[in-house]
């Protein structure tokens, strides 16, 4: 069974930083989009940030030239480096990744991390 382990979440004071690291269960599994997304209270869920395999990457508006997504294809992982951290950024946040496995694309989801900032 694929799984996506989260870590790096937590709580900063407005213009702090934090890093979220997201590891696919199985290292050698092809993987196709990773990136994250977040939900606020009482908000849908909201794309943050993709990377393709080939590295191309899309954003938020809200969190451009803030937040950076990156990926090790070797090992699977996708990670992202949210910099000046604003109150509107408080949210758990869920790591996403397409994956073929079998011949088949599939879709997984992390179990989500709480980042929280304060004014």
């Known amino acids: 069974q694929v799984q996506l382990a989260e870590s790096g979440g937590g709580s900063v004071q407005a213009g702090g930083s934090l890093k979220l690291s997201c590891a696919v269960s199985i290292r050698t599994l092809l993987t196709g989009d990773m990136g994250w997304y977040r939900q606020a209270p009482g908000k849908q869920r909201e794309l943050v940030a993709a990377?393709?395999?080939?590295?191309?990457?899309n954003y938020a508006d809200s969190v451009k030239g803030r937040f950076t997504v990156s990926r090790d294809n070797a090992e699977n992982i996708v990670s992202l480096q949210m910099d000046n951290l604003n109150p509107e950024d408080t949210a758990v946040y869920y790591c996403h990744a397409d994956y073929l496995f079998r011949g088949v694309w599939s879709a997984v989801w992390g179990q989500g991390t709480l980042v929280t900032v304060s004014s």
């Open positions: 990377m393709t395999r080939e590295g191309a990457t």
